[in-house]
């Protein structure tokens, strides 16, 4: 069985066709599909609009492999309305599994910085505004190392501290983070997170036969 586990889609108001044709394919290549957070974006529209969208015609794929949703901070539980199962099969806020010997915990990763996260009305208000002018994706397009590069790490060494602080009750296991865009994998602190779908880049988990990868792919 292979196993996609796959963060920071932030689908939103405008579907992208070359991202959503990336995205059908790859659904289509897993048996099982986690959904780690940030599927789709508050911040750019609402779940009523967001459930009626062109994206809608990934649900089937998704409710097919009876894909698991794990919430995150521009998609949390209660933004939600009725309709995450026509998706998913599982929603939750943390799930974890296992593969052969192997033990995986996932969550999104936003919990250690909930200060930093926005749940202002204001403030969503002034990021939709934002998103409408610059594109859904916007800030996913900055080609400078700061915020491709220094930003992520920063946030992934806080994630890292984070587990190295027993903050975590699930021991002996991969903990499966997104939120920061920055994929990485450290087998020491058994630490993965999956990166983020942007643009043009995707990044994302497969598991399969008991192996872990970090794939990139680029898209057009």
């Known amino acids: ?26 659904f289509s290549s897993y048996d099982h599909i986690i959904l780690n957070g940030d ?16 994206w809608n015609v990934l649900f089937p794929i998704l409710k097919k492999k009876e894909a ?6 521009h998609d949390r539980a209660q933004w939600c309305l009725e309709g995450t199962e026509k998706f998913s099969s599982t929603q939750t806020s943390r799930y974890s599994f296992d593969v052969g010997e192997k033990k995986f915990l996932i ?3 936003d919990r250690p910085f909930n200060k930093l996260c926005i749940n202002n009305f204001l403030a969503i208000k002034f990021c939709r505004f934002i998103n409408r002018v610059f594109s859904d994706d916007w800030y996913l397009r900055m080609s400078s190392e700061f915020f491709n590069e220094t930003i992520p790490n920063f946030f992934n ?13 699930v021991k002996d296991c991969y903990y499966v983070f997104g939120h920061t865009h920055a994929a990485e994998i450290d ?14 880049k995707a990044e994302f988990l497969e598991i399969d036969n008991k192996e872990l990868n970090l794939r990139t792919h680029t898209y057009k």
């Open 68 to 73: 698991v949703y794990i919430y995150g901070n």
């Open 157 to 169: 060494a806080q994630l890292k501290e984070f587990l190295v602080s027993g903050n975590t009750d």
């Open 187 to 200: 087998q020491e602190l058994k630490f993965i997170n999956t990166g983020c779908i942007g643009p043009k």
């Open 39 to 54: 599927f789709w974006c508050y911040y750019s529209t609402d779940f009523k609009n967001f459930l009626r969208s062109r």
């Open 107 to 109: 969550e999104h990763g």
């Open 1 to 26: 069985m292979k196993t996609l586990i796959v963060s920071d889609i932030h689908l939103g108001r405008v579907a992208n066709e070359a991202k959503l044709d990336f995205l059908y394919s790859l």
